[in-house]
């Protein structure tokens, strides 16, 4: 897998072609990334390999002194004067700002060093398509109708207060002998508010001077809201 | 308000030579085709009767007659496919969207000309068409100069020559 960014969702307009045609556009802002820290397949450390990237700086006083410590070479503390007098060699820091989104990205091998800068123009160089991973927008306790796009019940024939009911749901073909409903039955629910992954979205634009990206098509959540991007994994 | 990042996008696929049109205006859409390979224009004119949305992705309907059958079509007003908007008459309408005319036939459809704006459209197309034959004397002249041939040229060189021949 390939190190992807993070970034905004800014909303969707469309922009025109060379041919002329109109094209949807999502319009993503998305990095310069820090590289914060390098996960180590190592079984005694990590246990895995990935990049872990910040995004958007966060002001100093609105950090946790964890939030703090976990970028910053400087922070000083009893533990790590502790550590550093055992002997122990410290993981080496970003030395960076707070950063307000941390995240990660499964990578197998890696040329980023913790510090590091990644920005849209270096990631996506040559990308035909991206996958956007984000969050979808929330919808509360929704009903089967809305939810998993049943059809309901009749609005005559003698249906009486049930209009928008599941209907019955004891189908004895998958549940025969088990007495109860099989699992993942469609019922109502929340509805919205999680974890989405579009994939094999075409790339129409990188705007390097602005750290824009522009993919063809939507993306789940609301505008504002935070997405991960990174090349398609799609065959 | 309009996104910062969404205007910055936008505003490189916006056209900045859109003439002042407004709804109730009598207007000829000049749009490219492509017939092949060869690329040429086609006029839509009719009425405006609405105009939509904002920044890159405004639009506008026409609305024209063709064999007394009302027909409508959606430009995008930046799309690249439309070579010129033309506005050939100011009308001078109470509403934004002029829908009230798909019921009405005949003397109701017609519309209040604005006499304030039309002298000044007037004047627009008058320069235009000064502009058009300046720039076709010009090219003409150019052409003399040059010592090339115009068409009208050969050809009576063309008939000089079969007359001598003839003669012959």
Known sequence: MALGLIGLKVGMTQVFTDKGDAEPVTVLE????????????????????????????KPRKNARRSEQGHVAAGLKSKRKEGRQKAGVQLPPKADCEPQRY??????????????????????????????????????????????????????????????????????????????????????????????VTVRNLKVIKIDEANNLLLVRGSIPGHNGAVVLVRPTNKK | MQNRLIALIEDAHKKNDIPDFRIGDTVDVHQ??????????????????????????????????????????????????????????????????????????????????DAKRQVVIDKAIKAAAEAETKAAQEAAAKAKTEGGTSKRQAKKAAAKEAAKTAKK
């Open chain 1, 30 to 57: 998305l990095g310069p990334c820090r590289v914060l820290q390098i996960k180590d397949k190592d079984p005694k450390k990590d246990g895995y390999s990935a990049v872990q990237i910040g995004f958007k700086d």
């Open chain 1, 102 to 195: 941390v995240r990660e990205f499964r990578v197998d091998t890696t040329d980023k060093k913790v510090g590091d800068v990644v920005n849209v123009g270096e990631v996506f160089k040559g990308v035909v398509s991206v996958d956007v991973i984000g969050t979808s927008k929330g919808r509360g306790y929704q009903g089967v109708m809305k939810r998993h796009n049943f059809d309901g019940l009749p609005a005559a024939h003698g249906a009486k207060k049930v209009h928008r009911q599941a209907g019955s749901t004891s189908s004895l073909a998958s549940n025969r002998g088990s007495g109860r409903p099989k699992k993942g039955l469609k019922r109502a629910g929340q509805y919205g508010n999680t974890r």
């Open chain 2, 32 to 113: 490219k085709l492509l017939d092949g390979v060869k690329e040429r224009t086609q006029v839509f004119s009719g009425t405006v009767i609405s105009r939509s949305g904002s920044g890159a992705k405004e639009t506008f309907t026409v609305r024209r007659l063709v064999q007394s059958e009302g027909v409508e079509r959606i430009f995008l007003v930046h799309s690249p496919r439309i070579a010129k908007i033309e506005v050939k008459k100011a009308g001078m309408v109470r509403r934004a969207k002029l829908y009230y005319l798909r019921d009405r036939v005949g003397k109701a459809t017609k519309i209040k000309d």
